[in-house]
């Protein structure tokens, strides 16, 4: 089930939540094309290394597989999203594949979206949302079926904490038309 769900156009989803978002997810993602090579060379080392293996996915490899593939870990969705993701970047940018990713990403069983995350964690719309609740719903990403941007692991405050040093500084696709708190 659906709860909340509407979709928000990027000029009306504050910087903030931008900014926290590809601080946590993805830092460099104005800086490849869909596949983040560096970052896929990090995580072969580590796991070469038997070390806890570390994510590779980019906000677009991320979003491809949430509009066009399906959940759960296989070396061959992988593969196909390394594929599509540069041709979502061309057909798409950065802009619109930021949007796609914003309001179909999941923030909790059957919370799908900025919008719907705002109005079931701190009841208010996204356009609200402070640069403190967007990182708290940043830090929850990598589990949001088991996390919650209310009560933060440990595990999820080092991140929550990281998330508001760094977001400012992230780059984000140009836009003229941005709202700004």
Partial sequence: MLRGWSWLPLNKI?????????????????????VDLSAVGAALEDSDARMKPRGASTITMQTVK???LWPGRSYIRK??????APLAEVAWGK?????????????GEGIYGIEAAAQHYFNCSAQQL??????A????LPAPRR?????LSSVSQRRFYRIVK????????????????
């Fill in 137 to 140: 719903l940043a830090a929850i």
């Fill in 14 to 34: 504050p910087l903030q939540v931008q900014q926290a978002v590809v601080a946590a997810e993805d830092a460099r993602f104005m800086e490849h094309w869909g």
């Fill in 166 to 181: 760094e977001a400012r500084a992230v780059p984000l696709p140009v836009s003229f038309t941005r709202v700004q708190r």
């Fill in 147 to 151: 996390l919650s941007p209310k009560r």
């Fill in 66 to 68: 949430n509009v066009f």
């Fill in 130 to 135: 402070t640069l403190e609740q967007s990182a």
């Fill in 95 to 107: 802009r619109r594949t930021l949007e796609i990713y914003l309001n179909v990403i999941e923030w």
């Fill in 79 to 84: 593969v196909i999203e390394g594929v599509m």
